[in-house]
């Protein structure tokens, strides 16, 4: 009864069965990939016709560290010293600006609930979701950081850590935020809310974060850092779904 | 017992909305090929109801079965059976017409039928808007895409908040349409409505809530 394709109303219920019964594990990894790249594209369709709204996050993460240096001294010790903690802290705050719009948006005009609602596991089109929310905002950032670093007199091999270092720390920012994103959902002040509750999760990864950075200024190796931050990122990416779903349910509620 | 095997079969529902109890002990059933019409004054909990079984809240008591088989929040097997066109029309502004259509057939693991969507937008007489951002049209015309999203994505209980809203006498004709089809192909409706659906009467049973 339960495998049955049709219901008895005679309308073929398309792709239901597939993954509740777990009968051919090979169609519900299918049906997971599928939903995960639905909606990546979706997502990334989405965000490409609100360039406005990219070019927002990527310039403000230029001007925040482009301050800097006006605000303390145009001594090189000075800027190399502050350059690591300053390109990183930056690329928090860049990656919370864009957070809001992660789940808000289909929140407010009902896309969650259809979502929600629809056959495909819910896990996986967060993920989806996390995913190109990391495309739009974390790796262009991450792109960026290097071009930015030159003003604080970083030399080349420093920005090459600067860069995989954020590589491996944007996705982890995009996930902690995800689970912040959705328990802050229909909440009266969402945006401050969300940030006091993400930003103390993002010290670690700060703290890895810029730790490499300056690792590789003073000359010793940076993989400590980075496979902490790699194991984090591991990490996030396991536990992460199974909170953010749990958490958009209940707003769904 | 009732003989709903084939559609949605409700005993001692209630649901509350903060301290209030909005209903209690509340029974339906619908079986294939009807509609049911919620009415009752604002806040009476029609839209909660439909919530419930849509799959999206839980009651407070009772148990409600499709099919015969009781219905959790977010059931797999309710997910793929129900349609739920709330007060949200569920479209993103940046997309066009067309767009945010086959975004949700792909959705449902199925490719689109040649001009499928297509006929649907033209069946609510929307095919030259076709390619319009959503943020361009109306709330009417919005309307209207929703409901023909729900004979794209083919579910056999279509769970309607307050489908006449903002439709024209053409969109309505247009509901009625689908809705005559849906019926007459075996489907379930459940619709929160002030005014009378337009279909056949004698399809339609009637849930009256009362104030809380």
């Known amino acids: ?253 | 017992m009732t003989s709903c095997a084939d559609g949605v079969d409700a005993q001692g529902l209630a649901a509350r909305r903060g301290y209030a109890t909005l209903f209690a002990n509340l029974r339906f059933a619908a079986s294939a090929g009807c509609a049911l019409t919620v009415t009752g004054p604002n806040g009476s909990g029609k839209t909660t109801l439909l919530r419930i079984v849509a799959g999206l809240t839980a009651p407070v008591e009772g148990e409600i079965r499709w099919q015969g088989h009781p219905m959790r929040p977010f059931d797999l097997r309710m997910r793929g059976s129900v349609a739920f066109n709330g007060h949200l029309p569920a479209l993103k502004d940046e997309l066009s017409a067309e767009e945010n259509l086959r975004a949700w057939i792909a959705l449902d693991d199925r490719s689109p039928v040649d001009d499928a969507v297509g006929e649907a937008l033209d069946a609510v007489a929307l095919a030259r808007q076709r390619r319009l951002p959503i943020r361009v049209l109306s709330q009417g015309q919005r309307r209207r895409i929703a409901l023909a999203r729900l004979r794209l994505v083919r579910r056999p209980l279509w769970v309607l908040d307050e489908p006449l809203t903002a439709l024209d006498a053409e969109g309505v004709d247009a509901l009625g349409a689908l809705l005559d089809a849906h019926l007459a192909g075996g489907g379930v409706c459940i619709a929160a409505s002030h005014q009378a659906l337009p279909i056949a009467r004698e399809r339609v049973r009637s849930l009256a809530l009362s104030a809380p």
């Open chain 1, 1 to 253: 009864m339960s495998g049955s394709e049709r219901s008895s109303a005679g309308i073929p219920l398309p792709g239901a069965d597939a993954s509740a019964d777990g009968d051919s594990a090979g169609n519900a990894r299918d049906s997971v990939f599928a939903a995960v790249g639905w909606a990546l594209a979706r997502d990334i369709r989405v965000a490409l016709r609100s360039k406005g709204e990219l070019g927002v996050q990527l310039l403000f993460y230029v001007i925040v560290v482009s301050l800097f240096p006006l605000a303390t001294s145009p001594s090189r010790e000075v800027l190399a010293t502050i350059g690591p903690g300053v390109l990183w802290t930056a690329a928090l705050l860049a990656s919370l600006l864009s957070l809001s719009r992660l789940f808000a948006s289909d929140f407010h005009d009902g896309t969650l609930e259809q979502i929600a609602l629809s056959p495909r596991p819910l896990m996986a089109l967060v993920s989806g979701k996390i995913a190109a929310h990391w495309l739009t905002a974390g790796l262009p950032v991450a792109l960026m950081a290097p071009l930015l670093g030159v003003q604080y007199a970083l030399d080349a091999p420093v920005l090459g850590t600067l860069m995989v270092s954020l590589v491996l720390g944007t996705p982890i920012l995009s996930l902690l935020g995800a689970v912040g994103a959705a328990l802050t959902l229909g909440a009266r002040g969402g945006g401050s809310l969300l940030a006091l509750l993400v930003l103390p999760l993002y010290a670690p990864v700060l703290i890895f974060g810029a730790g490499a950075v300056d690792a590789a200024r003073a000359g010793v190796s940076a993989m400590p850092q980075l496979s902490l931050l790699g194991a984090g990122l591991l990490l996030a990416l396991v536990a992460v779904p199974f909170a953010v779903t749990a958490a958009l349910r209940i707003a769904l509620d």
